[in-house]
């Protein structure tokens, strides 16, 4: 059993593998999401971006990328929705960065390679001066 507080409202709870947040605070979180889910039934309002849909239904972003990332609300109708980028924080629709954050990664990962390759080709010389070699 394991007890934690909510990182919501701070109450004890036994967390589940499928639930972080206690038990109050996941109906709370169920209503705002039905909430965001009757909003974009209606056909216009599928092209709404974040900021919108947080005008319009009081859901904070915070929730509405999390209900995104579980994969709870499906961009793939939703055109101008998105969720930031773990690097940079620019709008993405999949994966934890976009496009530019993954290629620097990549980039810099190649480039600490080659510095490990270097550093394990390079070979250490010693160089004795006449004196040590004639014993003096």
Do not use: W
């Amino acid at each position: 059993m394991n007890l934690e507080n909510c990182p919501v409202c701070g109450r004890l709870f036994v967390r589940s593998p499928f639930r972080d947040i206690c038990p109050s605070c996941h109906e709370e979180e169920e209503r705002q999401f039905q909430t965001v889910v009757q909003f974009l039934r209606r056909r216009e309002n599928r092209l709404a971006t974040m900021e919108q849909i947080v005008d319009a239904t009081g859901v904070p972003e915070t929730l509405l990328v999390k209900f995104i990332k579980s994969g709870r609300l499906t961009l793939a109708q939703l055109p101008n929705l998105g969720y930031p980028c773990d690097r940079c924080g620019k709008l993405i629709r999949e994966g934890r960065m976009c496009a530019d954050c993954s290629k620097d990664l990549q980039r810099q990962l190649e480039m600490a390679k080659k510095e490990e390759e270097q550093k394990k080709k390079q070979v250490f010389r010693t160089y004795y001066t006449d004196k040590e070699r004639n014993g003096r």
